[in-house]
């Protein structure tokens, strides 16, 4: 006959085997959980993704939508530091202010149907002139060759002058879809930084800044275009 002390013994094992169990059911839940936060991480970096794509797609769409397309006359009376501008580009106070206010008009188009973000560009001296200058813009790096008299960039060599440049979208709160396309532009006298939006009102804003390698300054312009 057992000992009533072997009943307690035996209900010990069993607890000792009970505790183990539910310590296995623990490590168990554990794994469960982790299994479960790494797929919710994978979750989590897939929905990331999508909302980068849907913005990147979002940001090409306002910037496709910023359209530049038609003839556009500077009107000198809304232009401010022009004269100063030119001056810092070379020319004398008389010069400068003839330029300033001189007429000034630009065709813009998009002839490239499989890139609706690259825009050709016509410079006249006049509405009804012989255009003196057409160039390519194009995202990213690109290089215009030029021959003859510049404003902005001087006289060229006699087999032509090669500007380095780069075009690229940024924002711009001032603008509308809150687009503007800038331009940089390696020059003789330093870097010059062009940015072209629509204002609220519908006119073409050109800000200009030229910073000179020489004094270090920064000449500031600001010039505005209404459609013809």
Known sequence: MDSPTDVPEQKSKVSDKESKSSDNDDKS??????????SMKGEGDSEKTKNEEQNLSTWKDNCIALD????????????K????????????????????NGP???DWS????????????????????????????TVGHFEEMYKGPSILFGESDAKGSILKRFMEYKKCSDGQFGVA??????????????KRYLSKEGQLILERKLYLDETKEVISS???????
């Open 68 to 79: 530049f397309r038609g003839r556009w006359t500077r009107e000198n009376s809304l232009c």
């Open 104 to 106: 000034y008009v630009q």
């Open 29 to 38: 839940d554990g794994k469960k959980c982790d299994n479960s936060s790494e």
């Open 110 to 137: 998009r002839n490239n149907p499989d890139d609706p973000l690259e825009w050709t560009v016509t410079t006249f001296n006049t509405e009804i002139a012989t255009p003196y200058r057409d160039v390519t813009y």
């Open 81 to 100: 530091g022009m004269t100063e501008a030119l001056e810092g580009r070379g020319y004398d106070k008389e010069a400068a202010a003839k330029k300033a």
């Open 181 to 194: 396309l800038v331009v940089t532009t390696e020059t003789p006298r330093g870097n010059e930084e062009s």
């Open 222 to 228: 600001l010039e505005v275009f209404e459609k013809s």
